[in-house]
């Protein structure tokens, strides 16, 4: 087993160390990146300093990353506050086993009900989702937008295009804590102050 693990280190890369070129690239970078407000002190908000080992397609590929989870946050969110309420399609969500969408509303909360869906149905979400992820990702490559924003562009306008960017990420950013404490809530009950269950 040692001499497996090695043998293993011994064909990894040597780490890159960045440059003074990278770190230039990364700081011009960084100083345009949306999302760099008064709620971080109108800087960069990275204390673990992990934007200065990258180059300017890293930072634009972590950022496609942190607004693909801000988008769905934000639609998690409201289908759960969606689903808390009791509102529901009519009609089947599985004729095998037979489950309606009243069935899965009348759960309790959106993990129970979406613990009904089949393995059938997750992977036909799993497969949608990929494929607008790949046609996606091939049509508007996130290192070379940097995470999509404004594609296609709401405005022409710079001033305004920044301000609605912004927005986008901080109210994903919002949405991330919002459906990170309505999991908890439901998993630990009284852990989130003033959540209904």
């Not at 040597?14 to 960084?30: E, F, I, K, N, S």
């Not at 009348?106 to 993990?111: E, K, Q, Y």
């Not at 009900?113 to 949608?128: D, K």
């Not at 920044?162 to 809530?185: C, H, V, Y």
Request: aromatic content about 10%; overall charge neutral.
């Amino acid at each position: 087993m040692l001499a497996l693990s090695t043998s293993a280190f011994a064909f990894q890369a040597p780490m890159l160390q960045p440059t003074r070129a990278m770190r230039a690239a990364v700081t011009m970078g960084v100083a345009d990146l949306p999302g760099i407000s008064t709620e971080t002190g109108n800087k960069l908000w990275d204390p673990l300093k992990l934007s200065e080992k990258m180059d300017e397609s890293n930072l634009k590929l972590v950022r496609a990353a942190e607004l693909k989870h801000c988008r769905v946050a934000m639609l998690a969110t409201v289908g759960w506050a969606w689903t808390a309420t009791g509102t529901h399609f009519e009609g089947m969500l599985s004729f095998n086993p037979p489950v309606s969408f009243a069935d899965a509303a009348a759960a309790g909360n959106p993990l129970l009900a979406a613990a009904m869906v089949p393995g059938f149905g997750i992977w036909q979400m799993i497969l949608a989702i990929g494929g607008l992820e790949i046609y996606w990702e091939k049509k508007y490559p996130a290192t070379e937008f940097g995470g999509n924003f404004g594609v296609p562009a709401v405005t022409q306008d710079p001033k305004k295009l920044k301000f609605f960017q912004d927005a986008e990420l901080k109210n994903g950013r919002l949405a991330m804590i919002g459906i990170i404490s309505f999991a908890t809530a439901v998993a630990v009950p009284g852990s989130v102050p003033f959540y209904p269950f």
